[in-house]
């Protein structure tokens, strides 16, 4: 099931949550045939390791991730997914002033999807990857 989506109505469900509100995720590409969403997340006090330094603290780079597998999956499926497992690798400090995550469906099943995500910091080095497995049902 293909499900029409806009880059308003991406950022229209990420801003629906509040979790996902806090930490100011905001939408700025999607593909609907790959299906692939990119994320922007900007730093905050809030997000930070160490008061004052630069550096994005892991707990906001999983929530990070996790959002964007998930909305990489709902493109195809019309909406938010439960998801059933995700790892993250990370591979060095998240550092400056945001981060972008690229997530892409590697296949969308009857019951399961996979996704991989790709963080980067704001000098475009990749700094985690990240692997999610969602419930293809809406809820």
């Not at 308003?8 to 045939?33: C, K, R, T, V, Y």
């Not at 730093?43 to 991730?65: C, D």
């Not at 990489?72 to 002033?97: E, K, Q, W």
């Amino acid at each position: 099931m293909t499900v029409s989506w806009t880059l308003n109505d991406l950022q229209n469900a990420l801003d629906a949550s509040p979790a996902i509100a806090f930490h100011g995720m905001e939408a700025i590409a999607l593909d609907i045939e790959a299906p692939s969403v990119k994320l922007k997340m900007a730093l905050k006090p809030e997000l930070e390791r160490a008061a004052g330094s630069g550096m994005f603290h892991g707990g906001p780079v999983a929530t990070f991730i996790d959002t964007a597998g998930d909305f990489a999956v709902a493109l195809s499926v019309g909406g938010g997914v439960p998801t059933m497992n995700f790892r993250v690798d990370y591979l060095r400090p998240c550092i400056g002033s945001y981060i972008t995550a690229h997530a892409r469906a590697r296949r969308i099943g009857k019951s399961v999807a996979v996704v991989d995500i790709d963080v980067f910091d704001d000098q475009d080095r990749l700094c985690a990857i990240g692997r999610g497995a969602y419930a293809t049902v809406v809820g």
